[in-house]
């Protein structure tokens, strides 16, 4: 609260938790479903499109990991009173004086930094390994490369897809103005 409704804790005769706000969210969810192959395959990065694979088990019979996210939120509000007073101010605004608030906040956003999964390989059930490195029906190929070597590292950084985990811990600090 602010004004006569705060009750908070006060430093020097100033009310420091006045207009102060903390949110803090927990989103847990059990892992979604996904649908498991049979074969290891490397169609889908090499150019992008999957060629069906058979399928293991039921179609979405297999999930996902649980993901857990914390966010939270920190805020100040400060009233901001500004203009003078005149006779056609005093019909408009409370006091006379026009009226602005001030927030500022700190936002975090996965604050406990969770390496959440939100995509995996269909073979494997990773999400940064679809089995073609080492299944054994690709090793000829493999070893036909120019360097074996440089083609397994290249198709494991190939592999690393941003996109199959959540975003990491991202902070915002920012304003908003309302008159």
């Known amino acids: 609260g602010s004004g006569r409704n705060y009750n908070g804790p006060k430093v020097s005769g100033k009310n420091i938790l006045e207009n102060v706000g903390l949110n ?10 996904y649908t498991s192959r049979s074969l290891a395959g490397s169609s889908e990065i090499f150019n992008g499109s999957a060629t069906p694979q058979p399928v ?3 179609i979405n019979g297999s999930r996902l990991p649980w993901t857990l996210r914390t966010d939270a939120r920190l805020d100040k ?3 901001i009173n500004w203009g003078s007073k005149s ?5 408009m605004w409370k006091d006379g004086k026009k009226q602005s608030s001030l927030n500022v906040y700190l936002q975090v956003l996965n604050a406990l930094n969770q390496k ?5 390989y269909a073979f494997t059930g990773n999400a940064d390994d679809d089995g073609f490195l080492s299944a054994p029906q690709f090793q000829n190929q493999i070893r036909q490369q120019i360097s074996a070597q440089s083609f397994r590292d290249q198709y494991s950084l190939r592999l690393q897809n941003p996109f199959n985990y959540e975003l990491p811990r991202r902070i ?8």
């Open 77 to 79: 509000t400060f009233n």
């Open 116 to 120: 959440n999964i939100q995509s995996v």
């Open 172 to 179: 915002r600090l920012g304003a908003q103005l309302s008159f």
């Open 87 to 91: 006779e056609e101010n005093k019909k």
């Open 56 to 58: 293991e088990g039921d």
């Open 24 to 33: 803090v969210i927990f989103i847990a969810s059990s892992g979604t479903p």
